[in-house]
């Protein structure tokens, strides 16, 4: 096992984060303990090869990024969230690619951050280097919308990175948890805000200040996952499922929909609204749109151009 998670184990935390996931370089720090960043591309048709994630196709329309980080419960250390930054823009730039699925393994999504990377870090490398500020990447950048599938550990980083998602899946065992308080630090890549608009303060500030784990089942009752699933393979083809079903419609009106139902999260209702009006008032521009109501009046089905 790997030693980070046999020292979260024997503590209790089930490898959980300290300061969430580590994604600045610490090289010079620690330059033994970092494993290296490994992109590979095969000689045939220039596409990556990873190290520490696998990448997929497995439905029409469906782009699939699995970490794979099995020994260490799929710690999220600097070149892991490489690669997963760089798949995440392969995809977004991909033009067969419609919906990313963000999944880990049976066992663990994500169980952590990789303490080691981050235990020598001093205040001073971290601001100004802003360490983990490449996370936002995953939310800012990213136009196309993102399922993350959830199952067995999401803890710290993990927690996280599956709040980031735009629809969150879980099994009902899932076990969340944002634990840096018991490491004597506090989420660092966004946990303390997209979990409290996920569940509200009083839940978030509880579940943050004593580090307690959440599973699943609480997951979707609490409105943080959008479904909790019975078992690993029904959480899978219930994503999948998903994925296919959005990457069936226009691109064009599905990332306008992310848009809007992102900045509600951002504007007050009333400036919500107008933005939402433009955006509709927009569309009406696409063909995709006139090909949508064409084919709803005469009952047929929509052939996307997605222009």
Not at 108 to 120: C, L, N, S, T, W
């Amino acid at each position: 096992m790997h030693p980070t998670a046999r020292l979260a184990v024997r503590s209790g935390l089930r490898f959980q984060s300290a300061a969430t996931a580590g994604i600045a370089r610490l090289s010079r720090f620690q330059p033994s303990t970092l494993p290296r960043v490994v992109v590979r591309y095969s000689s045939t048709g220039g596409s990556p090869q990873y190290e520490f994630i696998q990448v997929t196709e497995p439905r029409p329309g469906v782009g699939q990024i699995t970490l794979n980080r099995p020994k260490a419960l799929n710690a999220l250390s600097t070149p892991l969230i490489t690669e997963l930054n760089s798949a995440l823009s392969t995809f977004q730039s991909s033009p067969t690619t419609s919906v990313i699925l963000l999944t880990g393994s049976e066992k663990a999504f994500a169980a952590g951050a990789d303490i080691k990377e981050m235990a020598p870090l001093t205040f001073s490398h971290a601001y100004l280097t802003s360490f983990i500020e490449s996370w936002s990447n995953l939310t800012t950048s990213l136009k196309k919308p993102l399922i993350a599938a959830v199952s067995g550990h999401a803890l710290g980083g993990g927690c996280e990175l599956a709040l980031m998602a735009d629809i969150l899946y879980c099994t009902k065992t899932a076990n969340f948890g944002q634990p840096e308080i018991k490491l004597g630090t506090i989420p660092g890549a966004g946990g303390s805000q997209r979990l409290t608009r996920a569940v509200g303060k009083a839940k978030a500030m509880e579940l943050i200040l004593t580090g307690k784990s959440f599973s699943g089942e609480e997951a979707e009752r609490w409105g943080a996952a959008a479904r909790a699933f019975g078992t690993y393979e029904e959480l899978m083809e219930g994503s999948l499922k998903t994925a296919e079903v959005i990457a069936g419609y226009s691109k064009v009106a599905v990332q306008a929909a992310k848009e809007v139902v992102n900045k509600s999260q951002d504007l007050g209702l009333r400036d919500g609204v107008e933005f939402e009006r433009r955006v509709f008032h927009a569309l009406f521009g696409s063909e995709d749109q006139k090909i949508g109501m064409g084919a709803f009046a005469e009952k047929r089905k929509a052939e996307w151009k997605h222009q």
